[in-house]
Each structure stands twice: as C-alpha cells, then as structure tokens.
C-alpha cells in the first residue's frame, strides 16, 4: 500500500476516535466508520471448541456478487483507502470472496482477508495471494496437536501450517506487499503454547496478535460465561504470568503486534473478567474511556444487514439502500439509548 494512502488512512482513523469524545462529545456525530468488516458468510467448516459459528445450517441469503462490489466501492469513494476487513465464518467458503478482494485492492483500500487456512487445494491460496490483500490473518492457536484440538478437526495444524507456506512462497516469487499475520486466542486449552506461537512466527518471518478468550461467537450474551466455560483459564496466576512473559517477548523484538496497552488491558480482565468484559468484546479495553460502538464500527452480515452495535439490531441492509444513507440515518444511540451503560452496570454488579 501506498505510504499516502497509509497517511490518509492513519488520519482518518486518528480524527473519528477523538471525535467521539472531542468538546464533551459534542462532535461525535461527525465520526466516521473506523472498524469495517464485512462477514461474508456465516458458515464453517472448522469446529472450534471457542465458536459456535460452525453450528449454523441452511441456505443463506447472501447479497450478490454485483451488490458486494458496489458497496466496496461506496465504502472507498465515502471513506478513502480505509481498512476493510473479510471475516466469517470462514470467509473462503464464500465463493466470491477472492474476486471480491481482488476488486477492494484494485481500488487502493487496505484489504485484510481472516482464515482458519485449512485447505487441501492450495490453488485456492495461491489465487488468495494474487488477490494482493495487504494481510491475510491466519487463526493459529497453537503448536501441533494443540491447534488440532483447539480447532476441533484432526490434521488442521498440517493444513494451517501448508497454508502459512505457501502464502509465504507467493509473497516471495511475486514480490507482494502482503503482510501474513498470525491470530492467537489465549484460552485455558493452549497455555503452554501462547509464547511459542511467537517464536514460530519469528522463525517464520511472520508476525502474531493475541486475544483473550471471550465468550463464544453465535451464543447468547451471558454476562456469567466464564463462570462454566471450559475454555476459560482458571489458573489467574498462570495466564497472567504468560502475558507478562509476552511483554517481555515482544520488548526483545519478537513480532508481537499487539501494542503494549492491549497487552496490559488482558491483565486484568484474565484477574476480573467481569469487571471489564465488555471493554474486551469491543477491543477497546486498552483505551482510557469507553464509547458507544454506533460511532466508529460498521459491520456486515453475511445477509447484508448492517450492524453499528452487537447489542442493538440491525440498522439496514445494504441490498436495500447505499451504505452512506444507512450511516447518516443510523440510530443516534450515543446521545441516549446506549447500551454501554446498562452493560457495564450489570458487570459491576457481578463484581460486587
């Protein structure tokens, strides 16, 4: 990516986020979209112990191809070369996942493409690589048998591992931008692995970002999950100490991408999680003050609703109206309704 098109993109993220609390907040419905994913699909071909996504059955009413590409492209001539980021599910599932990324980097956005990489045919990573994402993120929760049973399937870490080689062997032979980013989630079942998980990407010229295990994906909010979670550290000390350790690691250069802050706000959250939950699930438990989601995220679901908070309902459909008029005529939930408040009342309560 381009260092202007870097520059405009750090700048319109650094301006939305002191928006929201600039003057009292008083300026914050001039925010912008800064966290923008589109969930192409809601299925999975993985059966990982921390998600519940792979449970989903039936057809899905996906927007076409032609309403997908028309939204990339109102979302670059709105925003500018913005970050937008391809999840799922499995995102690969999604047949027209690639064409889609190819289509978002031809038109200068910062495209990131997250995967379970866990695939037989690697022509379909090969074309992923010529898709010229600037990232592909690859969830890697372990060393060897660990990420087998972490993801639920034999033989996963072998296609993972295929996978992380073959994008590494693009990159090289096509010379592409193309950063290749481990995801590592810290849960009770991988401890022992967490730190090694650095050290691989290390040796593999990759780099790795870390998040604390959260409630699962496509369950209910239970404000008390942890409570019987089988995937939640209950060794406080043990968990704490091993993100101590990955301070030091990445204080010795290891390439930890998580800024210090975020490696901080695990602390206490594995100490108390109830205490800053909520702050977790928004990814913003490394920021000084909390502030409605409505002003700052913009996520598609894999049906086209568009969704500015995963507590509220959906505030439109992208098959329905452009993706402008659905920001601008969004909920003003900031300025009264939010559930912050009320959420994070119900996790000091449980505190207490």
């Not at 925010?31 to 809601?42: F, G, H, K, M």
């Not at 057809?59 to 670059?76: G, H, M, N, T």
Request: overall charge positive; hydrophobic content about 35%; charged content about 25%.
């Amino acid at each position: 990516m381009r260092p202007i098109s870097v520059a405009r993109r750090r700048l319109h993220e650094g301006i939305s986020y002191r928006l929201r609390t600039f003057a009292g907040g008083r300026l914050s419905s001039y925010c912008r979209p800064t966290s923008i994913v589109l969930a192409l699909t809601d299925r999975c071909n993985a059966r990982c112990i921390h998600c519940d996504i792979w449970k989903n059955r039936g057809k899905e009413d996906r927007p076409s191809l032609d309403q997908w590409r028309v939204l990339i492209a109102d979302l670059k001539e709105w925003l500018g070369p913005v970050q937008v980021t391809f999840s799922g599910g499995e995102a690969l599932l999604n047949r027209d996942t690639i064409q889609l990324l190819s289509f978002g980097s031809s038109l200068g956005l910062f495209m990131e493409l997250l995967t379970h990489g866990f695939w037989e045919d690697q022509s379909k990573i090969e074309s992923l690589a010529l898709a010229r994402p600037s990232r592909v993120t690859i969830s890697f929760d372990g060393i060897g048998e660990t990420h087998d049973r972490v993801r639920g399937r034999a033989g996963f870490v072998k296609k993972t591992e295929r996978t992380i080689q073959t994008l590494k062997r693009m990159r090289k032979e096509h010379r592409l931008d193309m950063v290749i980013r481990l995801k590592t989630v810290i849960m009770r079942q991988n401890l022992e692995d967490v730190c090694e998980v650095a050290r691989f990407a290390q040796q593999e010229n990759l780099e790795v970002f870390y998040q604390p295990i959260e409630q699962n994906y496509n369950t209910p909010e239970d404000a008390r999950w942890f409570t019987h979670s089988e995937t939640w550290p209950s060794d406080t000390e043990k968990v704490v100490g091993i993100v101590k350790e990955l301070r030091e690691l990445k204080r010795q250069g290891l390439p930890i991408s998580n800024s210090p802050g975020q490696l901080d706000a695990m602390i206490p959250y594995f100490a108390n999680p109830a205490q800053s939950r909520i702050a977790i699930q928004s990814h913003s438990a490394h920021e000084p003050r909390q502030a409605c989601s409505a002003l700052t995220m913009l996520q598609f679901q894999a049906n086209g609703d568009v969704i500015v908070c995963n507590a509220q309902p959906a505030i439109g459909n992208i098959k329905s109206a452009p993706i402008r008029e659905i920001w601008q005529n969004r909920p003003r939930w900031w300025e009264g309704g939010c559930c912050l408040e009320r959420r994070l009342n119900e996790s000091h309560e449980i505190c207490e």
